[in-house]
C-alpha cells in the first residue's frame, strides 16, 4: 500500500437559495457534497443546531464514518484469519460535550459490533480480532478521543 491517499471532495452551501445569512435563527444549514463518480450527499446541521433533521448532518458522518472503517477492518482480518463473517451489524453511539469554554467536540464514541461467524469458526480469536480491527482502522487513528467496541460473536446455527 502506497504511504498516502488524496481524497477530495467539492462542498457547497444550497442553503444560500433561501437568503444570505442575515439571521442566525432563520438561515438555511443545507449543503451538498459532491466526490468524483459517487451520488452526492445532501447535509445539515444537526436540529440542536438549527439543522434540517430529515437530512445527514456532520456528527451522523463522523459516527458512520468511524463503524463502518472499524467493520472493513475487521471483516478484512476476519477473511485472512479465514474466519468466515455470515454477518455483521453495529448499534454505534457517540456523546458530544463540552470540551473547552466555548469548544464542543466528540468525547468518545462505543461500537457496538453483533457478528455471526460460520458454526466451527474460532470465536475467541474472532472476538479478539476487533482489538487489531480498532488499531488499523484509519478513521479511529484520525480522531482525538476514545473509540470503544464491546463486541459480541455468535455462531450461526448448522
Same mark, same amino acid.
Given at each position: 500500500?502506497?504511504?498516502? *491517499? ?9 442553503? @444560500?437559495?433561501?437568503?444570505?445569512? =442575515? ?12 466526490? =468524483? ?13 438549527? &439543522? +434540517?433533521?430529515?437530512? *445527514?448532518?456532520?456528527? +451522523?458522518?463522523?459516527? @458512520? @464514518?468511524?463503524? $463502518? ?14 474466519? @468466515?463473517? $455470515? ?11 463540552? !470540551?473547552?469554554?466555548? %469548544? ?9 459490533? %453483533?457478528?455471526? /461467524?460460520?458454526?466451527?469458526? +474460532?470465536?475467541?480469536?474472532? !472476538?479478539?480480532?476487533? +482489538?487489531?480491527? *480498532?488499531?488499523?482502522?484509519? /478513521? ?12 459480541? /460473536?455468535? /455462531?450461526?446455527? &448448522?
Amino acid at each position: 500500500m502506497e504511504k498516502s *491517499h488524496r481524497y477530495d471532495l467539492r462542498l457547497d452551501w444550497t442553503g @444560500a437559495r433561501q437568503g444570505a445569512t =442575515a439571521n442566525y435563527e432563520t438561515y438555511s444549514r443545507e449543503y451538498r457534497i459532491e466526490i =468524483a463518480g459517487k451520488p452526492a450527499l445532501t447535509g445539515s446541521a444537526d436540529p440542536t443546531f438549527r &439543522g +434540517d433533521a430529515s437530512l *445527514h448532518n456532520p456528527e +451522523d458522518m463522523l459516527l @458512520a @464514518a468511524l463503524s $463502518a472503517c472499524h467493520m472493513l477492518s475487521y471483516l478484512a482480518l476476519c477473511a485472512r484469519s479465514r474466519i @468466515a463473517v $455470515a454477518a455483521y451489524t453495529d448499534a454505534a453511539s457517540g456523546t458530544m460535550s463540552e !470540551k473547552a469554554p466555548h %469548544r464542543v467536540g466528540f468525547t468518545e464514541v462505543t461500537l457496538r459490533p %453483533r457478528v455471526v /461467524i460460520a458454526a466451527g469458526a +474460532d470465536s475467541v480469536k474472532a !472476538k479478539a480480532l476487533h +482489538d487489531q480491527a *480498532h488499531e488499523i482502522c484509519f /478513521i479511529a487513528n484520525s480522531v482525538n478521543f476514545p473509540v470503544h467496541h464491546e463486541a459480541e /460473536i455468535t /455462531i450461526a446455527a &448448522g
